[in-house]
Each structure stands twice: as C-alpha cells, then as structure tokens.
C-alpha cells in the first residue's frame, strides 16, 4: 500500500465468492509490493472500478493483523458496486486505505461480547467473530445475533453453520418474514435480543445493519441496562476522500471516514435522533 493514500494502489481479484444473489466476497491482492498494513476489523477501504468509480467497502476478512492481501463482501446496489460485484478473477481494482477506526474489542478479560448483525451488517463483523473465537479465552460469553430479510439473504452460510454446532459462541440466525422450510427463528434481531440472558454490568455489544435496527437494538440494550459507552455501532455515511478533508461524511460533529465508521453508542444517540442529520 503507497503511503499516499489518496493514490489507489492496483489489487487483483484472486477469488469471487457469490454469498447471495446481489452479494459477493472478493479476495484481492496487490499487483505490486506493497508495504505490509496493520488491518482492524470495522475499517475500511476504498476500492475503485476503473473507469466508473470508487465507494467504501468495509473489510469483511482477517482479524487484527498484518496481511497483504484483502477480503471485501460487496452488494450491487448501485453501478460503482455493480461494477466491484461483478468483477471477475484476474480484474484489477483499485484499493486506498486502510481508513477509520475499527471496533474495540479491548474489553475486561472475562466479559460478555455480544455481536448483533442484519444483512450486510454481518460483514465488517465476520472478521470480529474470527478474532474473538481465536482469543475465546478473553471473554466468558460469545454471542451472535444475525437477521436477514429471508433464507436467500444470509451471507457466510457455511462459517454460519460451523457457528452454530461450536461451543465456543451461541449463534442465532433469524429471518424477517416466515417461509417454508426454514425452522429457525422468524422476527427482527430485537426479537432475539429479548431471549439472551445479558449481564449488564460485563456486556459489550457490537451492532451493525441499517441504523433503525441499531438505534432499536440499542434502546433494548440500555433498557436491560447496558451502557450505552459499552455499546458500539458501524455508521455509514457518504465516504468519499477517506481521510476526513472533503466533509461528505459529515454527521454532526463527527466525520465518519476519519472519527468512525465505529463510534460508541454515547456518542451516536444524540446524532441518530436528529432527522436527516
């Protein structure tokens, strides 16, 4: 990676996974040698199409760590990433970051971490289950809430699976609308906040998916008395320069590019009140 980070650097699609229909994970790594990064889960990157554009894309791969090589999970919603979806093995992109601050996971040894995602929300917090699985020890209970609009939207379904029969985290999948031939749980993650036992005075809980789902999630959380410093939230704005200088991310006094994407519920709250701030 240059150290100018306003300059993409070339990286090639090594692997393209299809997670759903619209949804794919891209391994990528760089056309050059690039300096070795520290990566933390809940940063991101921008990746560039050539030709069409560039977006933020969260890192959806690699717990904390040095590596070279990037993992992106992208949903086709708009042509830039479209274009990054479809991007077939050998296809170079360009890559700068990596760029805000991730999720902190440096809690009390002991504590219960419990991690809550709908949709897309899952991928930034797919590195965060790795990293808390590899150091299970730290924490006393691993909990992983996910929702998903169906059984065709659940992203990682086979890291999911594998979840689900380990004792090392409890995992419940939910979807929003019942189908036939699901037998999980049907409801929104709120739903399954209620049948987790929480202690409130060692939980901290990681939420990302569409904000209304985090400011509920939230409100649950502090209702059974959660602090809101101990509750962590991904935000998403119009990411654009990466480093804090354009003001597209603005929300509030913060811009996100640069003082989140994770930012602790205390500080979001006040600022997801205020309509189309």
Same mark, same amino acid.
């Given at each position: 990676?240059?150290?100018?980070?306003?300059?993409?650097?070339?990286?090639?699609?090594?692997?393209?996974?299809?997670?759903?229909?619209?949804?794919?994970?891209?391994?990528?790594?760089?056309?050059?040698?690039?300096?070795?990064?520290?990566?933390?889960?809940?940063?991101?990157?921008?990746?560039?199409?050539?030709?069409?554009?560039?977006?933020?894309?969260?890192?959806?791969?690699?717990?904390?760590?040095?590596?070279?090589?990037?993992?992106?999970?992208?949903?086709?919603?708009?042509?830039?990433?479209?274009?990054?979806?479809?991007?077939?093995?050998?296809?170079?992109?360009?890559?700068?970051?990596?760029?805000?601050?991730?999720?902190?996971?440096?809690?009390?040894? =002991?504590?219960?971490?419990?991690?809550?995602? *709908?949709? &897309?929300? $899952?991928?930034?917090?797919? !590195? #965060? %289950?790795?990293? +808390?699985?590899?150091?299970?020890?730290?924490?006393?209970?691993?909990?992983?809430?996910?929702?998903?609009?169906?059984?065709?939207?659940?992203?990682?379904?086979?890291?999911?699976?594998?979840?689900?029969?380990?004792?090392?985290?409890?995992?419940?999948?939910?979807?929003?609308?019942?189908?036939?031939?699901?037998?999980?749980?049907?409801?929104?993650?709120?739903?399954?906040?209620?049948?987790?036992?929480?202690?409130?005075?060692?939980?901290?809980?990681?939420?990302?998916?569409?904000?209304?789902?985090?400011?509920?999630?939230?409100?649950?959380?502090?209702?059974?008395?959660?602090?809101?410093?101990?509750?962590?939230?991904?935000?998403?704005?119009?990411?654009?320069?990466?480093? =804090?200088?354009?003001?597209?991310?603005?929300? *509030?006094? &913060?811009? $996100?590019?640069?003082?989140? !994407? #994770? %930012?602790?519920? +205390?500080?979001?709250?006040?600022?997801?009140?205020?309509?189309?701030?």
């Amino acid at each position: 990676m240059q150290n100018d980070r306003a300059t993409p650097t070339g990286y090639r699609v090594v692997s393209r996974v299809a997670e759903t229909h619209d949804t794919a994970t891209l391994i990528l790594e760089p056309t050059t040698t690039v300096p070795e990064q520290r990566v933390a889960p809940g940063q991101f990157m921008m990746l560039y199409a050539h030709g069409v554009g560039e977006i933020a894309v969260s890192i959806s791969g690699h717990p904390e760590g040095i590596h070279s090589g990037l993992s992106h999970t992208v949903r086709s919603v708009g042509a830039v990433s479209k274009a990054i979806h479809d991007a077939s093995v050998g296809t170079i992109l360009g890559v700068r970051g990596p760029f805000g601050h991730g999720w902190n996971l440096d809690v009390d040894r =002991g504590a219960d971490l419990l991690i809550v995602a *709908g949709g &897309l929300g $899952l991928a930034p917090l797919r !590195p #965060v %289950v790795v990293a +808390a699985l590899a150091s299970r020890q730290r924490f006393r209970r691993v909990t992983l809430i996910v929702g998903a609009r169906d059984p065709s939207n659940i992203l990682y379904r086979g890291e999911l699976a594998a979840w689900q029969v380990s004792d090392a985290i409890a995992v419940e999948v939910t979807i929003d609308q019942p189908v036939s031939r699901w037998t999980g749980p049907v409801g929104f993650v709120t739903e399954s906040l209620h049948r987790v036992a929480i202690d409130p005075a060692c939980t901290t809980a990681l939420l990302c998916g569409p904000e209304p789902m985090m400011r509920f999630s939230a409100s649950s959380l502090i209702d059974r008395g959660v602090g809101a410093e101990n509750i962590q939230v991904s935000l998403e704005r119009n990411m654009q320069c990466g480093t =804090g200088t354009c003001g597209h991310c603005q929300l *509030g006094e &913060l811009l $996100l590019c640069r003082d989140g !994407p #994770v %930012v602790d519920y +205390a500080t979001a709250q006040p600022l997801l009140r205020v309509p189309e701030l």
